[in-house]
């Protein structure tokens, strides 16, 4: 019997795999345009950024969701820096409106390292809450300063 197992184990072995292909199902440019509709966001999972020369940054996962087809959608990857930056373009493009608040962008602490995942997930509730606010209200959805957060794919 262990030699039958052997012989079948060496013969899938000579036999190539078959080819997969990867495709994208997210959204292009040219796939959000004026009749899209952003109906959900989440903003998920965080990733600790560090590198040699530079000090470690937390980047956020956010997702939404066009036009209400979970396969169709964005997933960006930014900074608290980028929301903030996206935060103030909102303020000067809708100076009459009361855009959200942010999260406090609170300095380093030793309470913030003891619990830094209790300190994580408090942030990523008020982000939720912040972008939630935003990106579902009718009145900024089709603004260019949206537009831009949403298709710029870059972290500064």
Not at 14 to 30: G, H, K, Q
Not at 98 to 125: A, G, H, N, Y
Request: proline share 7%; net charge positive; no cysteine.
């Amino acid at each position: 019997m262990p030699r039958q197992r052997n012989e079948s184990f060496s013969h899938l072995n000579s036999v190539a795999p078959v080819p997969i292909e990867l495709t994208d199902d997210t959204i292009s440019a040219s796939q959000f345009d004026d009749s899209s509709r952003i109906t959900d966001v989440l903003v998920g999972d965080y990733h600790i950024v560090s590198g040699d020369s530079a000090p470690q940054y937390v980047v956020w996962s956010i997702r939404i969701v066009v036009n209400g087809a979970s396969h169709s959608s964005i997933v960006l990857y930014k900074r608290y820096s980028d929301i903030d930056h996206f935060r103030r373009e909102l303020v000067k493009a809708f100076p009459k409106d009361s855009i959200p608040p942010l999260p406090p962008k609170d300095s380093f602490s030793l309470s913030r390292m003891w619990f830094s995942d209790s300190w994580l997930e408090s942030r990523r509730r008020g982000l939720q809450w912040f972008m939630t606010n935003v990106l579902l209200n009718p009145k900024y959805q089709h603004s260019p300063v949206i537009t831009q957060f949403v298709l710029k794919q870059t972290a500064r």
